[in-house]
């Protein structure tokens, strides 16, 4: 039934656009030839004959609206019922009544079989309940016990620890008396040692002065180098070296001073800090008494200038000296004999002023 109506359908439908295009070309026609024109369609002049442009364009339209309204009329149409879809629908009904029975069956045997559960589960509990109580009497009653245990126990350990405690703060109590008078001892021979030390102190400020009254009254060696030496008589600078300072215009000990070290590190092989410490070296063996190993030594002391070592404090000094000196024995790079006393070291500073 269904298939039919849809043939049905379909034709009516195209039947339908046939004549929507009939009635597009009677409009063609009409705005080309006019409306007075007579045309004789293939399929309608069999039916109306030969007419006017105008009369057919009426005539399509009117059939174009018909044609719809009843192509939407089988379109839209209420079917009837399929027997075969009746017959499922009552087999589906009398399926859900009998499922629905059963489904209430099986409700009501969950609800009873759940009665029966609480039933047997307020009955263990109420037991559960019963022997909770028990046990919580008889754990209470234990606690009881333990309790007093403990009081006892706490009172005996009170009792015993007041008495060691007691003990042990006389032994404290004599200890720090002992170690107050150890700690007043020391204080006494930390005085003693503090006028120990001033006299010490006093004693070597005398030796001092006494030494920088001799030193005064002593001759200075002569100076080492002059500035009107030649750069090669520095210790460091040999022949190749003197020949590239003396390409720079540098011929003399004291152009070599002058000299900005950059400029000295640029043009020639050494480097810059090498100048400086040459410079250095030169500056210290102007000062008189002093030669080329005792301005290395002060080198590696941090004195690098004669303001820096006319500045040095004499005792500072003679320890930095000293250290250095041992290093240097030890290396054999000088000797015993060789290293600077301290009355030695009062004149360098003295005539580095």
Known sequence: MVSKRGIIVWISAFITFLAVMASFSMVILLINEGASTIVNPYLLSVIFGARSVETYLWICTAGTFALLGLTCILIYMKQPPDPEIVKLLLKVGGNLAAL?????????????????????????????????????????????????????????????????????????????????AVLNSMKRLNEENAVILKNQRAEL??????????????????????????PEDIKGIGPTLGKELRELGITSVGEFLNTDPVVIGEKTRVSHEM????????????????????????IECGVKSRKQLA??????????????AKIYIAQQKLSKEKAPTIEELSAWIRMAN
């Open 100 to 180: 629905r029975k059963a489904q209430e069956a099986s409700t009501n045997e969950i609800v009873e079989r759940m009665d029966y559960d609480k039933k047997v589960n307020q009955t263990f509990f109420s037991k559960v309940t019963t022997d909770l109580q028990e046990k919580n009497t008889e754990m209470a009653s234990i606690l009881a016990s333990q309790d007093r245990s403990i009081k006892k126990i706490r009172s005996e350990l009170v009792s015993a620890i007041e008495t060691k405690t007691g003990e042990a703060g006389e032994k404290m109590s004599a200890d720090l008396k002992k170690q107050e």
């Open 205 to 230: 400020e005398e030796i001092k002065n006494q030494l920088e009254q001799i030193e005064g009254t002593m001759v200075p060696n002569p100076a080492k180098l002059k500035s009107v030496d030649n």
């Open 275 to 298: 100048a400086e410490n040459l410079q250095s070296t030169a500056q210290l063996m102007m000062v008189p008494g002093l030669d080329a190993d005792d301005a290395e030594l002060l």
């Open 311 to 324: 500045d040095q404090d004499l005792i500072e000094l003679s320890r930095k000296i000293n250290d250095v």
